[in-house]
Each structure stands twice: as C-alpha cells, then as structure tokens.
C-alpha cells in the first residue's frame, strides 16, 4: 500500500505545485547548461510533451558542474552565462526554472533568474550553503546524500525551515552500496515525508542509476533502469520524479549513461502519470480509511466516558 504523510504541503514552483498528495509534477532536462540555443531547445520540447500529458515541469540544468570525478572533466559554462538563459526561459517559455548551487556567494545571484535552488546530495549538510539559500525565500531542493539515512533529512530540512522558509523539496537519489554503485530503497520516500512533516518527496531517477567513478575518470551509468526505479517510486506516491534528458546522451558533457534520450520521455512520462494516479488513489482512500477509523475510535471513546460519567453519577445519587 502506499503511504504518506498524514499532512503533507505544498510548495510551489512558480505555477507548479509539488505535494506528495497531488497529481505528479516533473523536474527535468540536460545535466549541464551548454549553450542557449540547447537550453531552449530541450525546454520547449520538455514543454510541449508535459503540457500535453498536463504534468506540471519545472526545467533543470546546471551552469557548474562542480563536484565531478576528475579535474580534467568538463565543469560547464559558468554562473554570469548562464543567468540570461535561464531567465530567458522563464520569460520565453514560461517554465519555472532550477539549478544547482555549491557556494553559499552563488546563492543570492542565482535566485535572481531561477525558482528554485538545488543543493547537491555531497553538499547536504553544509549548514552555510543551505542558509544561503533558504535566504533567498526561493524553493530550496536538498538531494540526500548517498552517505545518509532519509531520517536524518529532518535536520537538514530543519536548517532550511528554521530560517524562515517553508518552501522545501527533498529529493532520493540512491545511497552508495560498496564501491561504484547506488540502489535505491523506497523506504526512504515515505521515511523522509513522515520526520519532515510532510515536506513532498521527489524521486531523481537518473542520478540513481549513477555508477560514480564507474569509467574511471568518469561515471557510468544504466540509463535501462530509470524507468524501473521511476515507476516504483511513482507507485509509492511522490510529489515529482526529476529526470535528466537529452537529445543525444552519448555525446553530453556531463552524466551521459545516465540520462534518457529525449525522445524517449513522452511514452515515459504518460507511464509514469498511468501509475501516478493509481497510487494517489490509493492514498486517498488510505487517507479516508484511516480517518474513518479515527473518527470512529472517538466515538467510542466519548461513549465509554459518557458511560462512566452516568455511572459515577448514578453511584452518587444512590449514597
């Protein structure tokens, strides 16, 4: 049976509106800004296949990959070239827009032309970072570190929250199992909406495909396996999958064998809605059963005090 958070939010990413009881929204595209035209390219396609399916999308790409196997390794095209572009989207397209950030002095600068700022699973717990961009009062979303349990992101999201911004997504993306590789546990989707109070849960599918360091100087990746972990995420109930995509993966700057071919996502995506709405239906009437229940047992409570009141009183009158 699925499950959720008794009382679970709901943040919003400009018009797109992330709860883990609402229908799927989606976070995708290329791994790594590479140049204008791209960005606009894989956005409006992204667009036009979501807006068809109804499925809220919120675009993603990175200006810095900062954080990659090797410094031989392509980092991206920078912080000051990639603020028009997203902006650009934002304005041209209409879609909400987000992006990662490594530096708390990214933080500030970045809000000014995204939604939301995304703070890299190996940087989770850097308190400075995660204040930086709760300051912002943009959405902030925290990947799970592939060294962490999901219940210990309820500090993490409590760093954000208890600098006075609610605004927060969680994100699974596999914890490390021995060496070069990630699983996934769907445990942690449920675990991490239930001790953050209902923060929506979002599953990055292709990151957990990931083989860090798998080619050495590089990761690999099975890209075979997303739509196997996203549809059993999705049949938990989540808020959102994020999936990056790309026109043509073998050729990307940045996490290649892990991404989906772009043309591949438009039967993805209605897969993933199909499953989507059987598991919020589900939660539903989980929902509406439980409260039955619990209506019930208050019921029969206040009957059984009734009861004992009427007695105590009938003894009284009998003394």
């Known amino acids: 049976m699925p499950t959720q958070s008794p009382s ?20 995708a595209g290329p791994c790594a800004l590479e140049s204008r035209d791209h960005a606009l390219e894989v956005a409006a396609a992204l667009k036009e296949m979501t807006a068809s399916l109804g499925i809220g999308l919120v675009f993603k790409s990175s200006f810095d990959k900062a954080n990659r196997t090797s410094a031989g390794s392509s980092r991206g095209i920078g912080l000051s070239q990639a603020l028009p572009i997203f902006a650009e989207i934002r304005e041209s397209l209409g879609l909400p827009v987000v992006t990662d950030v490594h ?18 699973a190996f940087l989770c717990r850097q308190t400075d970072l995660l204040l930086a961009a709760a300051a912002t009062g943009r959405v902030v979303n925290v990947k799970k570190g592939q060294f962490l349990a999901p219940w210990d992101m309820a500090h993490v999201a409590a760093k954000i929250t208890g600098a006075g911004n609610p605004n927060v997504l969680l994100t699974e993306r596999g914890a490390s199992f021995g060496y070069n590789t990630l699983v996934s546990d769907m445990r942690a989707l449920p675990i991490m909406a239930q001790v953050s109070g209902g923060l929506p849960v979002v599953f990055d599918a292709t990151h957990s495909v990931q083989q860090p360091g798998g080619q050495g100087a590089t990761s690999g990746g099975q890209r075979e396996f997303v739509p196997v972990l996203a549809r059993a995420a999705v049949a938990v109930g989540v808020a959102g999958v994020f999936i990056e995509t790309h026109p043509d993966p073998d050729r990307a700057p940045s996490d290649g064998p892990n991404m989906v071919p772009l043309r591949q996502m438009p039967a993805l995506l209605a897969e993933l809605q199909a499953f989507d709405r059987l598991a919020k239906d589900a939660l539903a009437k989980d929902a509406l059963a439980k409260d039955a229940l619990a209506k019930d047992a208050l019921a029969k409570d206040a009957l059984a005090k009734d009861a004992l009141a009427k007695a105590r009183h009938a003894d009284g009158a009998g003394g």
């Open 8 to 27: 679970p939010t709901v943040v919003a990413a400009g018009s797109v509106r992330f709860g883990n009881h609402l229908p799927l929204s989606l976070i």
């Open 103 to 120: 530096e708390a002095g990214h933080c500030a600068a970045a809000a000014e032309a995204v939604d939301v700022l995304q703070i890299p």
